[in-house]
């Protein structure tokens, strides 16, 4: 049976981690398989192991930490995630999102959110860099929508915008940020099937037919909620490996390759994201919604 959550539970993890930090971010940031090291980088931090976080969705996968760090980031207040839960981990698409809820509780207005992906437009490269321009969801057009239950006019409206899920000011500002860097940021689509078995050449064939540039597991939901929260959302895909239509014959470890190429992808990315950040605090008002 789906279990629907409710404002008492997002409360109550809301109440535990304003508990155990002092800092009151406004941006929260998710990092994806294998880009755990952009939280070393937080000063002043609190970590709090989702474990201990009422409610929270504990990740159980190689490459996802699974804790919060709370701390100070180019002069700004950030909630990072180290790792996410997905839905092949058993996880309701509801309670996928639930950490987005808390920080909309929070009090955060911006989400920043990473991913390693497969490149499906055949322009990209393992260890390049897509910023999500918009996304596919078809795991939605399927069935499984973190919105679908009663809805709580507090947090959201029943049927939610998405035809500007990503916000462009945000978009502008990160495709600055890696001119200003002097590397590639490619721009694209991003689909999220609910895995965990990678894609069939078949699959493959169809997502770019459909006009998906990368493929993964996660974000959309989370996306999802953080729309219907009014957040502003940032979206980053690392393209940790590309997509095989033609098979050599040769079978691929391909979660092994997104845990080598998010060693490429770290430094990029969390210069990047950095970047946006203080950009974002150099611009003032731009922390408001
Ligand atoms: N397919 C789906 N999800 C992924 C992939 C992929 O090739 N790479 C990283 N996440």
Not at 262 to 275: N, Y
Request: proline share 6%; glycine share 12%.
């Amino acid at each position: 049976m789906t279990q629907f959550f409710t404002r008492k539970e997002f409360a109550e993890a809301a109440d535990f981690i304003r508990s155990h930090t002092q800092h009151e971010p406004t941006i929260g940031l998710i990092l994806g398989t294998g880009l755990n090291p952009l939280a070393e980088e937080m000063r002043a931090a609190e970590v709090i192991p989702y474990s201990e976080i009422p409610h929270f969705p504990v990740a159980t996968v190689e490459g996802h930490v699974g804790r919060l760090v709370v701390g100070e980031l180019e002069g700004q207040e950030v909630l990072i995630m180290q790792g996410r839960a997905h839905h092949y981990e058993g996880y309701s698409p509801q309670h996928i999102a639930l950490p987005i809820r808390v920080m909309q509780l929070l009090g955060i207005g911006i989400l920043m959110v990473t991913n390693a992906a497969g490149g499906l437009n055949p322009a990209f490269k393992a260890g390049d860099l897509m910023l999500i321009t918009d996304h596919i969801n078809l795991i939605g057009m399927a069935g499984l929508n973190p919105l679908r239950g009663p809805n709580d006019p507090e947090l959201g409206p029943r049927f939610v915008d998405m035809s500007q899920a990503y916000d462009l000011k945000l978009r502008e500002m990160a495709l600055r940020v890696a001119q200003g860097l002097g590397f590639t940021l490619h721009q694209g689509v991003y689909v999220c099937l609910a895995g965990p078995s990678f894609e069939t050449p078949a699959d493959l064939k169809f997502l770019r037919l459909i006009g998906a540039d990368a493929v993964g597991m996660s974000t959309v939901p989370e996306v999802t909620v953080a729309r219907h929260a009014g957040m502003r959302v940032l979206g980053i895909s690392g393209i940790s490996n590309v997509a095989v239509i033609e098979p050599t014959g040769e079978s691929k470890a391909v979660h092994e390759e997104v845990l080598e190429a998010g060693k490429i992808l770290v430094p990029k990315l969390t210069a990047l994201l950095k970047g946006v950040i203080s950009l974002l605090a150099s611009e003032g008002g731009s922390l408001d919604k």
